[in-house]
């Protein structure tokens, strides 16, 4: 359907209650919640097949009457055909993986027909994307659709009120559906850039920063991460193989410290979203640098730790800070 055309249908949805929704789980289309409405393609048809008629009116021409009601028969089957095509579909919500401000998310959306005639050219429209996503459908097979959502802030991000539709076969009639699935996704603070370096902290666990492997034996050579002591490069090393990245000297043993990520502990200066956005881009190092690492948030605290699980938390807990 022509933008315009569906640019006036979103000014009066709320009037004639078309903006249904949330939709909680599985939603099947029914005849309830389906729209048909001409095309620009199918008034000029229309207004074709009104001139015909007329014209036979006039010159009593028995082929033109023939003609004329033949093609309102095919315009008539287009339009059941078009409304056929979306009936009966079957929208499911998917997986929606955290991802920070900035960024485009992925919402995964599933579509699905138990039985029937396969669906063609269906057509679904996100708020925010140029252009819409074109989908075919086969009975009993699921099709997994990925939508890409922009993101300008953290915390809780809703899935849009999106529309399906579908102009198949003959471009006369446009069919469409809204859909406004119950799903949201998290989307995390920025990270800072460029990142500034990490916190120093001691082995007791303080406010200072530990080292999370000790410094007794040799262990081996690695590239530099950031968060590095400066006094562990190997400069030799790298005279050696002339490599163009910084190497450094790993140890095994030690005491091993921690690392405490502290809210408080920032410049004033720095506003609350620049707080959470070095804090994340810190989560993100210590967890690169295998460093065990602690937050410390006006709202709460997290153990130090390390792993996947444990910077999913930390992301978590800086995502949903209060402002």
Request: glycine residues 10%; hydrophobic residues 45%; proline residues 8%.
């Amino acid at each position: 359907m022509q933008a315009g055309t569906m640019g006036w249908l979103d000014r009066i949805a709320p009037g004639l209650r078309l903006r249904r929704g949330p939709h909680v789980g599985d939603h099947r289309i029914t005849s309830r919640g389906l729209y048909i409405l001409p095309t620009r393609a199918g008034l000029l048809f229309g207004a074709m097949l009104l001139v015909m008629l007329v014209t036979a009116v006039n010159y009593q021409l028995a082929l033109g009457y023939a003609l004329t009601f033949l093609l309102v028969g095919v315009g008539l089957v287009s339009m059941i055909q078009t409304w056929r095509n979306l009936l009966g579909i079957t929208l499911r919500p998917g997986r929606a993986e955290p991802v920070h401000a900035g960024e485009f998310a992925e919402l995964g959306l599933m579509l699905q027909i138990a039985s029937g005639p396969e669906r063609f050219a269906l057509e679904l429209h996100v708020p925010g994307s140029a252009q819409p996503t074109p989908i075919d459908l086969t009975p009993g097979a699921e099709r997994l659709v990925n939508v890409a959502l922009a993101t300008t802030q953290r915390g809780w991000l809703s899935a849009p009120r999106m529309r399906l539709e579908s102009s198949w076969p003959l471009g006369l009639w446009c069919a469409w559906t809204w859909w406004h699935p119950q799903q949201r996704l998290l989307v995390l603070p920025r990270l800072e850039t460029p990142a500034a370096p990490l916190p120093q902290a001691d082995s007791e666990g303080s406010d200072l920063q530990g080292r999370s492997r000790g410094d007794d034996d040799f262990a081996a050579i690695r590239p530099f991460r950031s968060g590095d002591s400066p006094r562990r490069l190997a400069w030799k090393a790298m005279a050696r193989t002339g490599a163009d990245t910084l190497l450094v000297r790993e140890f095994e043993g030690g005491s091993g410290g921690l690392l405490w990520l502290d809210f408080s502990s920032l410049p004033p200066i720095l506003s609350t979203e620049e707080r959470l956005s070095r804090l994340a881009r810190w989560v993100n190092d210590a967890e690169l640098a295998g460093l065990r690492y602690g937050l410390r948030l006006p709202s709460g605290s997290v153990d130090p730790d390390l792993g996947p699980a444990h910077r999913t938390e930390c992301m978590r807990r800086l995502a949903l800070a209060p402002a």
